[in-house]
């Protein structure tokens, strides 16, 4: 009923950038948080940012000052602007939505499949 599809991954050298985004679709009724998340090779994965329906966001320490999340109500989509981008940042990064779909009353998770990140030289 629901889809999410991510794009903008890839391979980039220290220092540069990428962005990503993620689209939903399918029968919306509303789209809450939505927020990206991240699991490098032999780690957990982690949450890397967040922006709510009102466009409150929030940041791993890690990430703080050289990512950006924002979002696209009309079109359902979220994005992830990366900078300095460092070997660390190296990971499958996911987007999760909280979505109500026409026929609840109430928000459920949906996950992209992931796109990977490499950062190296």
């Known amino acids: 009923q629901v889809q999410l599809v991510e794009s903008g991954g890839g391979l980039v050298q220290p220092g540069g950038s990428l962005k990503l985004s993620c689209a939903a679709s399918?029968?919306?009724?509303?789209?809450?948080?939505m927020s990206w998340y991240r699991q490098a090779p032999g780690k957990q994965r982690e949450l890397v940012a967040g922006?709510?329906?009102?466009?409150?966001?929030n940041y791993a320490d890690s990430v703080k000052g050289r990512f950006a999340i924002s979002r696209d109500n009309a079109k359902n989509t979220v994005f992830l602007q990366m900078n300095s981008l460092k070997p660390e940042d190296t990971a499958v990064y996911c987007c999760?939505?909280?979505?109500?779909?026409?026929?609840?009353?109430?928000?459920?998770?949906?996950w992209g499949k992931g796109l990977l990140v490499t950062v190296s030289s």
């Open positions: 399918g029968f919306i009724s509303k789209v809450y948080d």
């Open positions: 922006i709510t329906s009102g466009g409150s966001t």
């Open positions: 999760k939505f909280n979505i109500q779909i026409l026929s609840s009353y109430y928000g459920t998770d949906y």
